[in-house]
């Protein structure tokens, strides 16, 4: 069955967190029809105004809010206004539609978990948002448990995620509970992304620019290799936490991501190493040791050999600092 999804847009909305999730859901209608099956999800654009502005002055059309949602799912994105205080907020009409959804599946993306969180309808739930914003999200709302680091968080049939482009990952991540992995991955191809970063994912993290397994219990491994890319992870404990001889194990992983264990390990490593290295002023032994590679002269062969250059004039090219 098409699902309908309402997306809900407010004057000063992040146009990206409504973009992002649009096209996500927007490509498995197409990858859907395009393989003679029916479109995945019913779009919509809702807004508290006929055309609204987003805090970056682009300016969408969009439907009346109408009835509140009482199923599919329903979209609230963020913006800069969405976190403002309960006394002084220009959203009390948003807020108050909200209170009386009632949608199958919830997804809130950035900070529109405040939106969401004032309506009641994140109560008791595990959540994330923007990490300049988790702090203030858990100090207001104490009735949530708020995880200051994910990309995005699934808690029930609530979906929330934090900065901006974590967005278009969580949208991925519906795509893929929905309508398996595969779909998710095409997706990801068309949008030149590379699917998808796990939502456990630190948001500081560099994105893992490497294939995402479909066989869960690879998947798991992933998983945990992205979770803590310092840590050993050799293959014969990897393998018998899933009760798999060692070569068994290897040639799943090898099928499933195309990588062998120590590639896919080296390469996450790498990124780990690039992202300490342009996003902090940490020594180069300590951003060795964080990212796995042990000494800051494992490093820099590794940098020598993959990136020919060294890890210093990475950093001063890149340094956001």
Same mark, same amino acid.
């Given at each position: ?28 209608? &197409? @990858?859907?029809?395009? =393989?003679?099956?029916? &479109?995945? @999800?019913?779009?919509?654009? %809702? ?20 009835? $509140? ?7 609230? $994105?963020?913006? &800069? ?13 948003? %807020? ?9 599946? !919830? ?22 948002? +923007?990490?300049?914003?988790? *702090? ?7 009735? /949530? ?6 990309? @995005?968080? +699934? ?13 278009? #990952? ?7 509970? #929905? +309508? ?15 699917? =998808?970063?796990?939502?456990? *994912?630190? *948001?500081?993290?560099? $994105? ?24 050993? =992870?050799?293959?014969?404990? !990897? ?8 070569? +068994?194990?290897?040639? !799943? ?10 590639? @896919? &390990? ?17 020594? !180069? #032994? ?12 494992? /490093? ?22």
């Amino acid at each position: 069955m098409v699902e309908r999804v309402t997306v809900v847009a407010f004057g000063g909305v992040q146009s990206l967190d409504v973009a992002g999730p649009w096209e996500v859901l927007a490509g498995a209608n &197409r @990858y859907r029809t395009a =393989h003679g099956d029916e &479109r995945a @999800y019913d779009l919509r654009l %809702v807004g508290t105004e006929a055309e609204v502005a987003s805090e970056s002055g682009l300016v969408m059309v969009a439907g009346a809010l109408g009835e $509140p949602v009482s199923s599919g799912t329903l979209v609230v $994105p963020g913006g &800069r206004t969405a976190a403002a205080g309960d006394e002084h907020d220009e959203h009390d009409d948003l %807020v108050a539609w909200l209170r009386g959804c009632r949608p199958t599946r !919830l997804v809130s993306i950035c900070s529109g978990a405040f939106l969401c969180a004032r309506a009641g309808l994140l109560s008791g739930r595990r959540v994330a948002t +923007h990490w300049s914003l988790s *702090q203030e999200l858990a100090r207001r709302f104490s009735d /949530l448990t708020v995880d200051h680091d994910a990309l @995005y968080v +699934h808690d029930g049939p609530v979906w929330t995620s934090g900065g901006v482009t974590s967005g278009i #990952d969580l949208a991925l991540a519906v795509v893929a509970a #929905d +309508h398996g992995a595969r779909v998710a991955q095409e997706i990801a191809r068309w949008l030149v992304m590379f699917l =998808h970063r796990p939502g456990q *994912q630190a *948001q500081f993290s560099g $994105p893992v620019w490497l294939e995402r397994a479909t066989d869960r219990r690879v998947a798991a491994v992933q998983r945990a290799i992205d979770a803590d890319p310092a840590a050993t =992870h050799r293959v014969d404990d !990897l393998a018998a936490q899933l009760a798999m001889s060692p070569r +068994h194990f290897q040639r !799943l992983f090898a099928r499933e991501t195309g990588l062998t264990v120590g590639r @896919y &390990r080296t390469e996450l490593r790498l990124e780990t190493a690039k992202r300490l290295l342009v996003q902090s002023d940490l020594a !180069l #032994d300590v951003v060795a040791v964080r990212a796995g590679f042990g000494s800051a002269e494992s /490093l820099r062969r590794v940098f020598g050999e993959r990136l020919g250059t060294t890890p210093g004039a990475f950093r001063a090219r890149f340094s956001t600092l």
